[in-house]
């Protein structure tokens, strides 16, 4: 006779490796007006990264915002079109990334990234976005709303 071998199964429901992303009512309209953003920052810069100036055409990825100062630490720049660059996103393919690189290896962007930031906004930038962080409104959902509508607006005239 065979005999069976009983696997004891635990009553705890089995949790997922990876959460789910849910947006709040503020965070979805914080990627709405990112995404506004990202299209009307593409026609008036254009459709290429601003760091290294490699054409949308050619990336793997769409380009990406790329906050200057760390939206995190400045959340009241993180629509600030002065803190925005446009930027080619991709850390797994063989062309380097330039926003991979300002995120997950910050002494090779302090070499190459950052000089070409100063080359766009001047030397001074970091002290005038920082002034410009004490002087911006707290961003709320209704500034936030406003904001989507205005870019809306914005984006349909271009």
Known sequence: MLKCSYIKRSMKPLKRKTKLKRFSPKGATIKRCEDLLRAILKHER???CELCRRPE???IYPLS???ILDKKKYP???LYRRNLLLACWHP??????CHNVWHHNYEEAKRKIEPRIKVILGENYRNE???ANETAPKITIFWLKTLEVVLKHELEEL
């Open 46 to 48: 254009g459709a290429s």
């Open 57 to 59: 055409g050619v990336l």
């Open 65 to 67: 915002l790329f906050h």
């Open 76 to 78: 009241r720049l993180r």
């Open 92 to 97: 797994k393919y063989w062309m380097p990334q």
């Open 129 to 131: 976005l920082l002034l």
